[in-house]
């Protein structure tokens, strides 16, 4: 789980590499689009990380959060902590530090308010991940050293085309 601070340093998140070319381009796009969903849904804090950033109780975290009973996701309240998106009643309530943030500095008048996220340990779907990355970006490095462009290719396909029997 990511560790969040409230703290007067930068923000601070981060993954990212990109991959150039057509077909490392896809999938390097597309392990990248996978690992940066997941690290957004961590960079989420629930009420225990929201209780201790802003040194309140639970219940008066609870009494600031912008909840309805008869409305899942009410519509946005500046004077309220607003959740994020949830789909179901039965999800925990999970708050965008920029959020919490803005509430301590617009409601509750806390000076000086920059929230801090850490970036979690690595994870097995991280690691998963990279590793397929840094094989993606191995594999480009070998075509573009070995300077074989489509046409080679256009014409292994061929040859093997012909060398099938029809059937």
């Known amino acids: 789980m990511s560790t969040h601070a409230m703290t007067s340093g930068p923000?601070?998140?981060?993954?990212?590499?990109?991959?150039?070319?057509?077909?490392?381009?896809?999938?390097?796009?597309?392990?990248?689009?996978?690992a940066n969903s997941a690290e957004s849904a961590e960079n989420l804090i629930g009420i225990d990380?929201?209780?201790?950033?802003?040194?309140?109780?639970?219940?008066?975290?609870?009494?600031?959060?912008?909840t309805d009973p008869r409305n899942l996701n009410p519509?946005?309240?500046?004077?309220?902590?607003n959740p994020e998106y949830r789909s179901d009643q039965k999800e925990p309530l999970m708050f965008h530090p920029n959020e919490v943030a803005r509430f301590a500095r617009d409601v509750l008048r806390i000076k000086e308010v920059t929230v801090e996220v850490l970036n979690s340990p690595s994870t097995a779907t991280q690691q998963l991940?990279?590793?397929?990355?840094?094989?993606?970006?191995?594999?480009?490095?070998?075509?573009?050293?070995?300077?074989?462009?489509?046409?080679?290719?256009?014409?292994?396909?061929?040859?093997?085309?012909?060398?099938?029997?029809?059937?």
Do not use: C, W
């Open 11 to 34: 923000m601070a998140s981060g993954l990212g590499a990109g991959l150039g070319g057509s077909f490392g381009a896809v999938l390097g796009a597309a392990a990248e689009a996978a």
């Open 49 to 66: 990380e929201v209780q201790r950033s802003l040194n309140r109780s639970r219940a008066s975290v609870y009494r600031y959060t912008n």
């Open 75 to 81: 519509p946005f309240n500046p004077r309220k902590l």
């Open 129 to 167: 991940l990279t590793s397929i990355l840094e094989e993606l970006r191995t594999i480009r490095g070998l075509l573009s050293s070995s300077g074989s462009g489509t046409s080679d290719l256009d014409a292994r396909r061929e040859q093997h085309d012909q060398a099938r029997p029809a059937a």
